[in-house]
């Protein structure tokens, strides 16, 4: 896999590592991007890691683009020999599906849709060849989830299935953008998985919603207190699908201050997953459930 | 408090020199669009460079000061008025306690910045004031002033009134306004009559232009090489793999109208860039209005680090001009 590295203006440098999406690919961009962070090259102000690529900020009043291009290229051949095993987290992640307020938003939406006679889950359900809204669900949650990237707007995760291609849940956009998405939708857009981290415009297709708050300025949320942004790249999701009551629930949880997201610390080994996908995620969850 | 807002104008909001920091967590360096005006609106009151102040589009708002204050107005051309009385822009003017600041019609430009002796103090929000509406993080309460708001005022410093920014260093933007465009990122996905229309046609602003990004009409439609998508980039033939978005980039969604992410940016999504416009040019963007035609003018990293040095050296003179 080799990189293709391009300038973003005189102030940005542009690695993309593959042009397709794959886990490969995300580990690399990962992998290449806190070799950058480590390596503290001067006149870095900014790396954002993305899902295939990635982008630095720098000043090229303190580092030559062609020197700062120099510099990250001697990165890459480290990054492909580092072994892919991240030390991360996994969090689980309450999500009331076909709830009623993104229910309600699609309806208004409906025109903009590419088939207005059902929703976004029978859509979906559909065009991946599941046999039933039902069964769509099962596999949304039943396998764990990659954040490939953090963005759009704050904390908003991009995810990414840890499953085979063949597997993957792809679905178009809506045909043109939404004025609305109600905050905490869990969408799906081409590959990837999202969560709308604030109220706004949108494109992704709309399954659910989770009452966990995953961004908060106001820093109130009591897992929120130390950083606004719950979400880092790298971090791994599991979805677990609720209903009304668990919803409620969750919701005054949230409000009282006593919801706790179950997050374990977790290694993951990305050649031992792709010789045991099954198995990987199995114990995965386990440790998610504290086996 | 120091500042009771009588009318908020159109859209009014606290931004410094923004945020850095944050952008692979979605939060975006904020801040002035136009930095080189907000600089310079300080330095004549005598605050830090990088004090907050108000920016403000195509209509001024209405002020009234509880405390005396140093008041300078840069950026587009609204003349600011004391009680009714029209004061020079770019220059050092006082306003008294229990005067009001008011504004003419924009005659020129779009976003006037107004900077106030002391800065607006509003609490700091990861290292910033500038305000982040989307995120409802920084400025004052996260959002644009309104009615009612009373504006905090830091200690003042020692400026002098009359103070002015000769007119020969004011920066705008052309009639057509030419922005200078380093061409890169997935550049190579438009094919050659593409990429030689881009540069030729005659572009016009767009209604949708804001903070986040500037949206251009009027030229030909970008044709793209034909390929088979890559998985995960999506169907259309303007879609990449969902990446990181550079300030300044120019995507080009289904071909047709070029946006240029500004100060505000969604930090990535999945819509090709053409390249990106130099640092230099950034501030210009921030005074253009709806339908103002535009060039993008083609140059190269050589050109663009040139351009970077010169406005360097334009914001050196001024600083020099009022030391």
Not at chain 1, 106 to 120: A, W, Y
Not at chain 2, 297 to 318: C, F, G, N, P
């Amino acid at each position: 896999m080799q990189s293709r590295y391009t300038f973003g203006g005189d102030e940005h440098l542009f690695v993309e590592c593959s042009d397709e999406m794959s886990l490969d690919a995300f580990f690399k961009s990962l992998s290449m991007a806190k070799g950058v962070r480590d390596s503290a090259i001067r006149g870095v102000t900014e790396i954002c890691p993305a899902n295939a690529s990635f982008q630095i900020k720098f000043d090229p009043d303190i580092i030559r683009p062609d020197d700062i291009l120099k510099e990250v290229k001697a990165i890459e051949g480290a990054a492909e020999k580092a072994e892919p095993i991240l030390k991360t987290r996994i969090v689980e992640i309450p999500v009331f599906y076909n709830d009623p307020w993104t229910h309600e938003t699609l309806m208004r939406f409906r025109e903009r849709h590419q088939d207005p006679g059902g929703t976004d889950l029978d859509y979906a359900a559909r065009i991946n060849d599941f046999p039933s809204v039902n069964d769509f669900v099962t596999a949304h949650s039943g396998s764990p989830w990659f954040v490939s990237m953090v963005g759009f707007v704050a904390g908003l995760p991009f995810m990414y299935q840890m499953v085979e291609r063949q597997r993957q849940i792809e679905v178009p956009k809506y045909l043109r953008p939404r004025t609305d998405t109600p905050r905490l939708t869990v969408g799906h857009g081409g590959c990837f998985g999202c969560i709308y981290s604030v109220r706004g415009a949108g494109g992704y297709q709309m399954f659910g919603i989770t009452p966990m708050p995953i961004f908060d300025p106001t820093q109130t949320t009591s897992y929120l207190r130390d950083f606004m942004v719950f979400f880092r790249p790298g971090d791994i999701v599991k979805f677990k699908p609720i209903d009304r009551e668990g919803y409620d629930q969750a919701v005054e949880d949230v409000d009282k201050g006593v919801f706790t997201p179950p997050i374990r610390e977790v290694t993951f080994d990305l050649r031992a997953f792709q010789k045991d996908i099954a198995g990987t995620n199995a114990s995965l969850e386990g440790m998610l459930n504290g086996h | 408090m120091a500042i009771k807002v009588l009318h908020h104008g159109l859209s009014t909001t606290v931004q410094d020199l923004g945020r850095p920091g944050y952008f692979h967590l979605g939060i975006p360096i904020g801040g002035a669009m136009d930095r080189l005006a907000m600089r310079a609106a300080n330095m004549l009151v005598g605050n830090d460079e990088g004090a907050a102040g108000l920016e403000a589009v195509f209509m001024g708002p209405k002020l009234e000061f509880v405390r005396d204050a140093l008041v300078a107005v840069t950026g587009a051309d609204m003349p600011a008025k004391v009680d009714g009385a029209v004061q020079p822009g770019w220059t050092a003017f006082p306003v008294k306690a229990g005067q009001t600041l008011s504004f003419d019609f924009l005659k020129s430009g779009a976003r006037i910045y107004i900077a106030v002796s002391g800065g607006i103090n509003v609490p700091e929000a990861l290292g910033s004031r500038s305000t982040y509406p989307i995120g409802a993080l920084g400025g004052f309460k996260g959002r644009a002033i309104a009615i009612g708001d009373e504006l905090p005022l830091g200690a003042a410093p020692s400026g002098v009134a009359g103070t002015t920014v000769p007119q020969a260093l004011r920066r705008a933007p052309g009639n057509p306004a030419e922005l200078r465009v380093l061409p890169g990122l997935y550049w190579d996905r438009l094919t050659d009559e593409a990429k030689e229309s881009f540069f030729a046609d005659a572009w016009k602003v767009a209604p949708e232009a804001d903070r986040m990004g500037y949206r251009f009409r009027g030229g030909r439609k970008l044709s793209f090489v034909d390929r088979t998508q890559p998985f995960g980039a999506g169907s259309d033939p303007s879609n990449i793999v969902d990446s990181c978005y550079p300030y300044g980039s120019i995507q080009v969604p289904g071909g047709t109208e070029p946006i240029i992410l500004h100060r505000d940016a969604v930090s990535g999504g999945g819509y090709f860039m053409l390249g990106t416009v130099i640092s230099a040019d950034m501030d210009l963007i921030g005074q253009l209005q709806p339908h103002t035609p535009a060039h993008f003018i083609k140059v190269t990293m050589e050109e663009a680090l040139l351009a970077r040095a010169e406005r360097t050296k334009l914001l050196a003179v001024i600083r020099q001009s009022l030391s």
